[in-house]
């Protein structure tokens, strides 16, 4: 048994898991993991400027520190490590996303569009409990890593403001016929029979010809930056420029033949979990995450609900001899057995600990996992995995795939109003846009 090969996937369980990013009405549910080596006393790019105007967008002022600030928030949530490098990275990815705020905030202003305080607790408090966290354990970890809550405050005050803006604004003009939504019906029934992809996008738009090859080398660094770890949901909603931004850049399902062939090429070559190399489409970059997959008349992939056993073997770099072999005997034995139940007594006979996890959905599993349960035999016992303290021997019992529902005209309906309110949305911000004055003193510094 070749002990090299054994993967780790797995972080200490203590381990705190912290806050996301996410918008008032549509919260991803994910995790971010603090990253250890994250250091409030690293020297930060800019860090002699402090309160020096940075960016005045229409008389109102963006400062280095706010900069800094959200650069900061970006790499604790992301899952980024936070070096110098990445941070004088991300500090510049992040200007953009302060500056649509600001539009934003003052757009909503002139509509007489105000978030109070109990509004802004309230999403912090949802942010909290979706990463099983108090409020008060937060704002801690926030005060642990130099970031000002306030930085968390202004993102949601912003995208609160904004959403609320928009559904003022616009929600009456909104009008789905019958007809549309009897034309969708039909469309989801054709597709139930064909492969569908469930598909998540970061797309940077390039606006004229000269910005081709800074976007790409943009688009380029962001699609590094995922492949190292960073959480896409996040990454997402800071530096995608599509409306789909706001839900983590999450853009639904799509049988084949419905994507732009760019698009759908680079699709069919992924895995669910998988992210793609930057595509050129027609107005900009994409990548995209093939977040899930449905194979005709069947329910997603990752609504299959399975139970599993894990067995912990206590692991470490000075084991003796005599202990290698022992567990080297014992490993071998568990992969001659062909149940769960078998497995547990095992574990027991041998001193082990064994954890049950049951009738868990295979899309809230970490994506490691996901991918070696994909192709598990019911039964049989995975290559062990190596993690700091253990080795872990693990065995699917039971899968189980949900009946294939097709939505109903409600939530048909519901879908194409969201549509055509983000495109209102998408309009309305770039005229805003484009009529804002902007200086940004960064540029002339870097």
């Known amino acids: 048994m070749n002990y090299d090969l054994w993967i780790a996937f797995k972080r200490k369980s203590q381990r705190k898991t912290t806050l996301l990013l996410m918008t008032l009405c549509l919260a991803s549910g994910a995790q971010a993991v603090v990253n250890p080596s994250s250091d409030k ?11 020096k105007i940075a960016i005045i967008v229409n008389k109102e002022v963006i400062t280095y520190q706010d900069i800094q600030d959200r650069a900061r928030l970006v790499l604790l949530t992301s899952g980024m490590s936070n070096t110098p490098e990445m941070l004088k990275t991300v ?53 642990q890593q130099g970031i000002p809550i306030k930085t968390l405050h202004d993102r949601l005050r ?154 912990m073997i206590p692991y470490h770099d000075n084991i003796t001899e005599e202990e290698y072999q022992k567990i080297e005997t014992h490993i071998a034995e568990m992969q001659e057995l062909k149940n769960c139940d078998t497995l547990d007594a095992k574990a027991k006979e041998c001193g082990y600990q064994c954890e049950f996890s049951h009738k868990v959905p295979f899309g809230t599993l970490p994506a490691p996992l996901q991918k070696m349960f994909r192709q598990a035999k019911l039964g049989q016992c995975l290559t062990p995995i190596r993690t ?34 983000g495109k209102m949305a998408t309009r309305e911000f770039n005229k805003l846009h484009a009529i804002a004055f902007i200086d940004d003193k960064t540029k002339t510094q870097s």
Not at 41 to 51: D, F, T
Not at 115 to 126: G, R
Not at 389 to 418: G, Y
């Open 41 to 51: 006393n690293k020297p930060l790019s800019s860090s002699n400027e402090g309160a």
């Open 91 to 143: 500090e510049h990815q992040v200007k953009k996303s302060l500056i649509d705020e600001k539009i934003q905030l003052q757009a909503a202003k002139l509509q007489k569009v105000f978030v109070s305080d109990t509004d802004i607790q309230a999403a912090l408090k949802n942010i909290a409990q979706d990463n099983r966290m108090t409020v008060e354990q937060m704002q801690a970890l926030f005060q």
């Open 158 to 311: 912003a995208q609160i403001a904004w959403a609320r803006t928009i559904r003022e604004a616009f929600g009456g003009l909104v009008q789905i016929s019958e007809n549309e939504v009897k034309n969708n019906l039909e469309k989801a029934k054709d597709n139930s029979g064909k492969d569908q992809y469930e598909l998540m996008e970061i797309f940077l738009r390039v606006e004229n010809p000269t910005q081709q090859a800074t976007i790409q080398k943009e688009a380029e660094k962001i699609c590094q930056q995922l492949q190292s770890g960073a959480h896409f949901h996040v990454m997402a909603q800071q530096f995608s420029e599509s409306t789909s931004s706001a839900s983590g850049g999450y853009i639904g399902w799509f049988a084949k033949g419905q994507m732009d062939p760019a698009i759908e090429e680079a699709v069919l070559r992924l895995e669910p979990g998988e992210i793609s190399k930057p595509v050129r489409t027609s107005m900009g970059y994409k990548i995209i995450l093939l977040k899930d997959l449905k194979k005709p008349n069947q329910a997603a992939f990752g609504q299959t609900i399975i139970t599993y056993r894990q067995v």
């Open 388 to 421: 700091q303290e253990h080795l872990v021997i693990t065995m699917v019992c039971t899968r189980d795939l949900p009946e294939n529902k097709i939505p109903n005209s409600e939530e048909i309906k519901q879908n194409l109003e969201q549509e055509k309110l």
